[in-house]
């Protein structure tokens, strides 16, 4: 073998021995970088609203996408995920893995207050507007306060029992508003009963709130009555609805799921319903919330993945 072709073969093999080496470093960069997103918490914002509709404070919280404080140009879309009959703004983080699940997304989501009002305007208490501090406030603080997609494809709804019925309802009521409106386990009949299956269901905080059974709110707020009087026109501009319940949960619960989903079927409504094992529990919420995040993902606009924000700096953080 001559010096020259020696050589040669020498350089052949450092060239063959620094490509394996580049890319046992690439695997291992790469290994290290999916650790460390699978790792890290999103941040996590309380904000303290003031209502003036509701003329009381009605905190929420925000989580906020891994990539939020350093993609400081990214508009991100936002699911708004509402509360239970009983519960608070604070239960989804405190109650579930809804923090973690959220971080595999580049989702803004809020949890809002609601207290018992049914995401509803009270037919007979004037400062009880929980359908109308929704719209008319919390979204356009949210705007104000966050980088959002400020369109109807950048945002969505969703919630469990009472917030499963108000998800529902915004999404038939204000269809321009979310292109995506989800419930689990909803309540869904509940302006349906009479006095008396109101009482014995032990919610009666919505006698106050939909009045008499043949009130102009009760009507209004009726998911079965808004769905059998939607005209055929108006139907290509509804959202896309997903909603499930457990085949263990209650008769006040499961049967008007079912019902819906028949109806809505009828309808030729765009519509997915799932009937899973499971009651009227966390461990089913905890559950299905990670569907839920997953299809909002499908249905909303999400920002371009792996926008390459590493060399551009923050923005002041929303206070």
Same mark, same amino acid.
């Given at each position: 073998m001559t010096l020259r072709l020696l050589w040669r073969t020498l350089l052949k093999?450092?060239?063959?021995?620094?490509?394996?080496?580049?890319?046992f470093l690439?695997?291992?960069?790469l290994s290290f970088a999916l650790f460390l997103t699978a790792s890290a918490k999103p941040r996590v914002e309380t904000v303290q609203f003031q209502s003036k509709l509701v003329k009381a404070t009605l905190p929420y919280k925000v989580i906020l996408p891994l990539d939020y404080d350093t993609s400081?140009?990214?508009?991100?879309?936002?699911?708004y995920l509402l509360h239970g009959l009983t519960g608070h703004y604070s239960d989804w983080i405190s109650r579930t893995n809804v923090e973690d699940y959220?971080?595999?997304?580049?989702?803004?989501?809020v949890t809002p207050e609601g207290n018992d009002g049914w995401y509803t305007d009270s037919a007979m208490v004037a400062t009880d507007k929980y359908e109308t501090y929704i719209l008319k406030e919390l979204i356009p603080d949210v705007q104000q306060r966050y980088r959002t997609i400020e369109a109807r494809y950048?945002?969505?709804i969703a919630?469990?029992?009472?917030?499963g019925y108000g998800s529902l309802k915004f999404g038939l009521k204000s269809p321009s508003t979310f292109v995506f409106a989800a419930s689990m386990s909803g309540a869904l009949g509940v302006a349906r009963f009479t006095e008396k299956e109101t009482l014995a269901s032990g919610w009666a905080t919505s006698l106050q709130?939909?009045?008499?059974?043949?009130?102009?709110?009760?009507?209004?707020? $009726?998911?079965?009555?808004?769905?059998?009087?939607?005209? =055929? !026109?108006?139907?290509?501009?509804?959202?896309?609805?997903?909603?499930?319940?457990?085949?263990?949960?209650?008769?006040l619960i499961f049967p008007y799921n079912r019902e819906l989903a028949g109806l809505m079927l009828e309808k030729k409504i765009p519509h997915e319903y799932r009937e899973l094992?499971?009651?009227?529990?966390?461990?089913?919420? $905890?559950?299905?919330?990670?569907?839920?995040?997953?299809? =909002? !993902?499908?249905k909303m606009r999400l920002p371009q993945p792996f926008a390459d924000s590493r060399n551009l700096k923050s923005e002041p953080r929303a206070n």
């Open positions: 093999k450092q060239d063959q021995n620094n490509t394996l080496l580049r890319r690439f695997a291992v960069s400081s140009t990214t508009r991100y879309p936002v699911l959220a971080a595999q997304y580049r989702i803004i989501v950048g945002r969505g919630g469990l029992s009472m917030g709130l939909f009045g008499p059974v043949d009130s102009d709110t009760r009507k209004a707020n $009726d998911l079965f009555q808004l769905v059998t009087q939607l005209p =055929a !026109a108006r139907i290509a501009s509804l959202p896309f609805f997903y909603f499930d319940c457990g085949t263990e949960d209650s008769g094992p499971g009651d009227h529990s966390w461990a089913y919420w $905890d559950k299905q919330v990670q569907e839920v995040l997953k299809i =909002a !993902a499908q």
